[in-house]
């Protein structure tokens, strides 16, 4: 009985051999040709793989550059741009970075791509700049380190230095010029940030994590990790003071633009102020307490809450938890303050929202031109409120004739740290309530008419 079994056994594997091997219109040398040929074939779809993401990136990087800029890049996989705010290179073939000395390595014969930048988007600014580590970039072809990790998206350099811990400088330097550079990568990139702060990278997680897919990479957790890219972008795109020209961002993103991707990132449900449909419109009051301080706040919010508002005072640590506080600026009509950085949350108010500045004296051009100007882009309207001299502390720490009062220019040409020593460290407010009143009745008009075809 057993060996009846065994019999059959010996049957079923034969008959599957000759399946296997009489069957196939293949030769057994053939076959071993065909499974050669697979392993092959399998190998191949990488190096195919791998060259569409090199053509890739090629495409996305150039549209970084124009002229002379792209036609370098194109030629030598190599380009660097600078101007007076920031400076900008490009590497189109693979890369090997170095964190402990971040370092990076691009293949090239040319002897221009040595150099050394800080990729921070205040290159005119001393004070900021020396609070960013330096970059070095050198030519890769030899003593090129091994690779430890290897990715398969472009990498991004940038420093989170400089003027960090300041909400205007974080938004201007950082945050605007690093989605004007890598909006159009579609996510497909990965961040790597020098001078890399846990707090700073946690408070724009909701930014950082809409422009790319990946987690950020400190290279000062990595030790001497080298990570290797198949190319790079290191530095940033600058525009201006909260600004974003179209024409010279790749995708055409404007700051409407930036503002509607603003609005994705952190969830904000309104997009006009229209939409808004309250009894007492909401109206942020931006509360100093070191400098450019009104000493009658409190006679300031009463008025305002005369007038139909529901005022709400904000003070700096309300600001710091941006998520809450961005949540908080997309639901008001209207935003006051004093020139300075707060003014910067105008990013998150709906569009038709109204902003209020409070110009202190000698502070005209840099109020327009760092909170004012960008209003009209962003889709917010704009009314100012310029003190009078009598309004200014600076009045009874000098007097009525002082140049500081009456020629706040000659001031400005001791140098920009003699003026701010001045206007805007040692100045307080004391606002004129009945003549603020007309500004604030000007701003609730202006909700008022305010719907999205406006």
Same mark, same amino acid.
């Given at each position: 009985?057993?060996?009846?079994?065994?019999?059959?056994?010996?049957?079923?594997?034969?008959?599957?051999?000759?399946?296997?091997?009489?069957? #196939?219109?293949?030769?057994?040398?053939?076959?071993?040709?065909?499974?050669?040929?697979?392993?092959?074939?399998?190998?191949?779809?990488?190096?195919?793989? #791998?060259?569409?993401?090199?053509? @890739?990136?090629?495409?996305?990087?150039?549209?970084?550059?124009?002229?002379?800029?792209?036609?370098?890049?194109?030629?030598?996989? !190599?380009?660097?741009?600078?101007?007076?705010? #920031?400076?900008?290179?490009?590497?189109?073939?693979?890369?090997?970075?170095?964190?402990?000395?971040?370092?990076?390595?691009?293949?090239?014969?040319?002897?221009?791509?040595?150099?050394?930048?800080?990729?921070?988007?205040?290159?005119?600014?001393?004070?900021?700049?020396?609070?960013? @580590?330096?970059?070095?970039?050198?030519?890769?072809?030899?003593?090129?380190?091994?690779?430890?990790?290897?990715?398969?998206?472009?990498?991004?350099?940038? @420093?989170?230095?400089? !003027?960090? =811990?300041?909400?205007?400088?974080?938004?201007?330097?950082?945050?605007?010029?690093?989605? *004007?550079?890598?909006?159009?990568?579609?996510?497909?990139?990965?961040?790597? *940030?020098?001078?890399?702060?846990?707090?700073?990278?946690?408070?724009?997680?909701?930014?950082?994590?809409?422009?790319?897919?990946?987690?950020?990479? %400190?290279?000062?957790?990595?030790?001497?990790?080298?990570?290797?890219?198949?190319?790079?972008?290191?530095?940033?795109?600058?525009? =201006?003071?909260?600004?974003?020209?179209?024409?010279?961002?790749?995708?055409?993103?404007?700051?409407?633009?930036?503002?509607? !991707?603003?609005?994705?990132?952190?969830?904000?449900?309104?997009? %006009?102020?229209?939409?808004?449909?309250?009894?007492?419109?909401?109206?942020?009051?931006? #509360?100093?307490?070191?400098?450019?301080?009104?000493?009658?706040?409190?006679?300031?919010?009463?008025?305002?809450?005369?007038?139909? !508002?529901?005022?709400?005072?904000?003070?700096?640590?309300?600001?710091? %938890?941006?998520?809450?506080?961005?949540?908080?600026?997309?639901?008001?009509?209207?935003?006051?303050?004093?020139?300075?950085?707060?003014?910067?949350?105008?990013?998150?108010?709906?569009?038709?929202?109204?902003?209020?500045?409070?110009?202190?004296? =000698?502070? &005209?051009?840099?109020?327009?031109?760092?909170?004012?100007?960008?209003?009209?882009?962003? =889709?917010?309207?704009?009314?100012?409120?310029?003190? &009078?001299?009598?309004?200014?502390?600076?009045?009874?720490?000098?007097?009525?004739?002082?140049?500081?009062?009456?020629?706040?220019?000659?001031?400005?040409?001791?140098?920009?740290?003699?003026?701010?020593?001045?206007?805007?460290?040692?100045?307080?407010?004391?606002?004129?309530?009945?003549?603020?009143? &007309?500004?604030?009745?000007?701003?609730?008009?202006?909700?008022?008419?305010?719907?999205?075809?406006?």
């Amino acid at each position: 009985m057993a060996l009846g079994a065994t019999s059959l056994v010996f049957l079923f594997i034969l008959t599957c051999l000759y399946a296997a091997l009489f069957t #196939s219109n293949l030769t057994p040398f053939e076959s071993w040709k065909q499974k050669l040929s697979d392993r092959r074939g399998i190998h191949n779809k990488k190096a195919d793989r #791998s060259i569409e993401i090199n053509e @890739s990136v090629k495409l996305l990087l150039r549209r970084l550059v124009r002229g002379e800029d792209r036609i370098k890049l194109d030629t030598t996989g !190599f380009s660097c741009h600078t101007d007076l705010h #920031s400076e900008l290179c490009l590497v189109n073939k693979p890369v090997r970075i170095d964190n402990s000395g971040l370092t990076i390595y691009v293949p090239s014969s040319q002897s221009y791509v040595n150099r050394t930048l800080k990729p921070y988007a205040n290159r005119d600014d001393g004070t900021a700049m020396s609070r960013v @580590s330096p970059v070095k970039i050198v030519n890769g072809d030899v003593n090129a380190p091994a690779c430890r990790i290897t990715h398969d998206a472009p990498a991004v350099v940038f @420093s989170s230095g400089g !003027f960090t =811990g300041n909400v205007f400088h974080e938004i201007n330097e950082v945050i605007i010029p690093l989605f *004007i550079t890598t909006r159009h990568f579609r996510s497909r990139l990965k961040f790597l *940030i020098t001078d890399y702060k846990p707090w700073w990278v946690s408070k724009y997680s909701k930014v950082l994590t809409h422009l790319s897919h990946y987690e950020a990479i %400190n290279p000062a957790a990595n030790g001497s990790a080298v990570h290797c890219f198949p190319g790079a972008v290191i530095g940033l795109v600058y525009h =201006g003071k909260l600004a974003l020209n179209a024409t010279g961002i790749p995708g055409g993103y404007s700051a409407f633009d930036f503002k509607h !991707f603003l609005r994705e990132s952190y969830n904000l449900k309104i997009e %006009n102020v229209s939409e808004i449909k309250r009894e007492k419109p909401i109206l942020i009051l931006i #509360s100093r307490k070191k400098s450019r301080v009104v000493s009658n706040e409190n006679e300031i919010v009463v008025m305002m809450e005369e007038l139909g !508002f529901e005022v709400v005072v904000t003070r700096p640590n309300k600001m710091s %938890n941006l998520n809450k506080f961005a949540a908080l600026v997309n639901s008001c009509s209207v935003l006051v303050g004093a020139h300075g950085a707060g003014l910067t949350n105008q990013v998150f108010l709906p569009d038709g929202a109204v902003m209020v500045q409070v110009v202190p004296l =000698g502070l &005209e051009w840099a109020s327009t031109n760092y909170y004012g100007a960008p209003t009209k882009e962003m =889709g917010v309207q704009y009314l100012e409120y310029r003190i &009078e001299p009598e309004e200014s502390s600076l009045m009874q720490t000098y007097g009525r004739d002082h140049p500081v009062i009456t020629d706040p220019a000659s001031v400005f040409a001791k140098g920009y740290y003699a003026a701010r020593a001045v206007y805007i460290d040692a100045q307080n407010l004391k606002i004129n309530v009945k003549r603020f009143k &007309e500004t604030v009745v000007q701003a609730k008009e202006l909700i008022g008419r305010s719907s999205p075809l406006n």
